[in-house]
């Protein structure tokens, strides 16, 4: 066996791409996946046998905030959404901020989504310098969208914020730029324009938060209501808003944002014109469905948006509205509020629709010939069905990137998403046979 070679072997191997294998295997060479399929038909040689337990890409959190990590648990969220939002500006604008303080709530949201299985991440950022230097440090690969916000008495800041957000990431080829306008409320329509125009030239990917609250509506529509006041109330406002007179969806189609490398956020509150919109321009949509839970907000239409042939994954949002960072407990979660949803679909959306929202699903989010190694393990507690994963609690006992093995120790015995990082995580080999 040549070296740098060896084979993960289990009861299961779901690729995501193909059907699940029984009793398969994962030939990894190197930092890449060489080979898949029944084990017994792989080539022998060192080999990680985890038994009962499925092998599945690693997940992919396509939206996040993970300098937002220190605040779990201290801004609950509620269904006055303008109200929390203020709450959180609050939190994180009238407090002092330093590298130090941002790099380490960037600590504890890397190490919480590792320790869950996460290894790629679509993570928005308003400090790209200090974000990016944490997010190369670590193994974790994807986008992180600066974010550009741009209204009333902070559009002087367009240029700088534009800038800011495709600060260069050096030395890390997991990661790449891109540009986040923040939401319709909090970026004006010619700096829309601008953002769409910068991410054209740069060919850089695009994420907005869209259709995300009720209030967005008349908002775009009147600059009125809970939105437009919270931007009274911080300072934001002057009377030089422009008033779009259309729906969010519609504002950021008329500004080029809508595109085949766009993100919308959320997407809580479209439409079917919405849903039509957003399927003719190929974005794909980021549902957060603990997130979406927390706010009360009405069902998703995540089912309406994949009839449609919209790509719809999952992510987290941050800790300031999510129990966790782990893709696989919205996995669960979804389960069990829909469980006459394929299980199959489910974990398409936590992995490949993922990777491929970001751009890089050609390199990640299944098990293939050719792409990285990057693997999550999951304890098959019960029953003969691979899907039995979703409806169990047990966090993954094994996490792989690039190849490289990560012994997953949960802290206190607790879910890997219970608002810290486990001090027990490291990465290293494990040990072959």
Known sequence: MAAGKMMLKARFVAPVDGPVIENGGVMIREATIEA???????????????????????FV????????????????????????????????????????????????????????????????????????????????????FGEVIAIGRTRALLSERLDAAVFPIKGNGRL????????????????????????????????????ESADEDSFTKSASGALAEHLRRVGAWDESI????????????ATGLLTPRTIIAHGNYATAEDIERIAQCRCSVAYC???????GHPPHPFRAMLAAGINV?????????????????????????????????????????GAKALGCGEVVGSISTGKRADLAVLPLESGDSWESVLDSSAPPVAVYLAG??????????????????????????????
Do not use: K
């Open 289 to 295: 469905p603990r997130t979406h839970q927390a706010f």
């Open 36 to 58: 898949v399929g029944p084990a017994d038909m792989l080539p022998n040689g060192p080999t990680v046998d985890f038994g009962q337990a499925v092998i599945c890409p690693g």
């Open 242 to 253: 422009p008033i779009s007179s259309c729906g969010p969806v519609e504002l950021a189609l």
């Open 404 to 433: 490289m093995g990560q012994s997953v120790e949960v802290a206190d015995g607790g879910p890997p998403d219970s608002g810290r990082a486990s001090a027990a995580t490291g990465l290293h080999r494990p040990s072959r046979r």
């Open 61 to 144: 959190n396509a939206h996040t905030h993970l300098e937002f990590s220190q605040l779990a648990g201290a801004i609950p969220p509620s269904s006055d959404f303008a109200g929390w939002l203020g709450r959180l500006t609050a939190a994180v604008v009238d407090t002092a901020v330093s590298r130090e303080t941002v790099q380490a709530a960037m600590a504890v949201g890397i190490a919480q989504s590792l320790s869950s299985g996460v290894t790629t991440v679509g993570d928005i950022t308003r400090y790209p310098q200090w974000t990016r230097e944490a997010l190369a440090a670590s193994p974790l690969g994807g986008v992180s």
């Open 313 to 353: 994954c999952v992510g987290t949002d941050s800790l300031a509205s999510n129990p966790g960072l782990s893709v696989l407990d919205e996995l669960r979660w979804l389960r069990r509020t829909y469980p006459e949803f394929p299980a199959g679909q489910l974990l398409l959306m936590g992995t490949l629709a």
């Open 176 to 211: 790449r730029s891109g540009i986040a306008p923040h939401s319709p409320y909090t970026v004006e329509p010619e700096a829309m324009r601008a953002c769409a125009a910068h991410a054209l030239r740069i060919d850089a990917p695009l994420c907005i938060h869209l259709l």
